[in-house]
């Protein structure tokens, strides 16, 4: 098990490959995404043991509505259920939960699971899990934008925009993890990604494990980071 060093705050993963992994299976899509929850739980509980004080998981992104009704409707299930049925796991591990992302688009059955576990965990002092939900990068910048110029704020600069982001209180990754095998960003934490380690893996995440974690953040530890200065 790796070592935290003060450097390592907040690793942020983009899950992707529930899909094809179910499909190579000769498997619905849908049972990709219930082994996907069932991975995610394994390294929520792995980042807690680590003591990594943020996590940020892209559960559901905003274009991903445009997925076919069904799909949509059985991640969004998935969802409630796992939240409500873990509940009582996270308060064990003392987390705490909050989202990121247009809470206000997801269905009720999803808002009131999540409402209940955001308050109930909202006294947790150890690892704090964001789950990215109805979530854009771009949109992210845009609400910030406007509760900006809502306020009427001058002196608009960086500090600024950040402040009003989703959640404000977070650092900016340190690690940026996407499964699968694509190399794209798909519109996750854009403001935030300026200066993380990015790492590309190419197992499905229903096959991601601990020890894929384990060997990412030492391969972070080699690396470099010079933050726009020289070595
Ligand atoms: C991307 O795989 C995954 C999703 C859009 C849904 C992920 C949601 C979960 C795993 C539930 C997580 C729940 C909690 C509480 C953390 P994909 O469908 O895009 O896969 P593909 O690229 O193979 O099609």
């Given amino acids: 098990m790796p070592i935290l060093s003060k450097e390592l705050k907040h690793i942020a993963i983009i899950m992707?490959?529930?899909?094809?992994?179910?499909?190579?299976?000769?498997?619905?899509?849908?049972?990709g995404h219930i082994e996907g929850a069932e991975t995610a739980k394994k390294i929520i509980q792995f980042c807690s043991n680590i003591r990594l004080p943020y996590l940020t998981l892209y559960a559901f992104s905003k274009e991903n509505w445009n997925?076919?009704?069904r799909e949509v409707s059985s991640i969004m299930k998935l969802l409630s259920k796992i939240i409500k049925?873990?509940?009582?796991?996270l308060m064990d591990l003392n987390i705490s939960l909050q989202i990121a992302g247009e809470e206000n688009e997801l269905p009720l059955h999803v808002r009131k699971a999540l409402e209940?576990?955001?308050q109930k965990t909202a006294?947790?002092?150890?690892?704090?899990?964001?789950l990215a939900l109805s979530y854009s990068g771009r949109e992210e910048i845009v609400s910030s934008l406007k509760k900006i110029i809502n306020n009427k704020s001058k002196n608009i600069n960086e500090d600024l925009v950040e402040k009003h982001l989703y959640c404000p209180e977070v650092p900016s990754p340190d690690i940026l993890i996407r499964t699968?095998?694509?190399?794209?960003i798909s519109n996750f934490l854009l403001?935030?990604?300026?200066?993380?380690?990015?790492f590309f893996e190419e197992e499905q995440w229903p096959d991601f494990r601990a020890e894929n974690l384990s060997n990412?953040?030492?391969?972070?530890?080699?690396?470099?980071?010079?933050?726009?200065?020289?070595a």
Avoid at 180 to 184: A, E, H, P, Q, S
Avoid at 219 to 230: A, C, S, V
Wanted: net charge positive.
């Fill in 116 to 118: 209940l576990a955001i």
């Fill in 67 to 69: 997925r076919p009704k």
């Fill in 180 to 184: 699968g095998g694509d190399k794209r």
């Fill in 16 to 31: 992707d490959g529930n899909g094809r992994w179910a499909l190579q299976k000769g498997m619905d899509r849908e049972e």
């Fill in 191 to 198: 403001w935030q990604i300026a200066y993380s380690e990015i």
């Fill in 123 to 130: 006294n947790n002092t150890g690892m704090k899990v964001i």
């Fill in 85 to 89: 049925k873990d509940l009582q796991s």
């Fill in 216 to 230: 990412i953040i030492e391969r972070f530890y080699e690396r470099k980071r010079t933050f726009g200065n020289i």
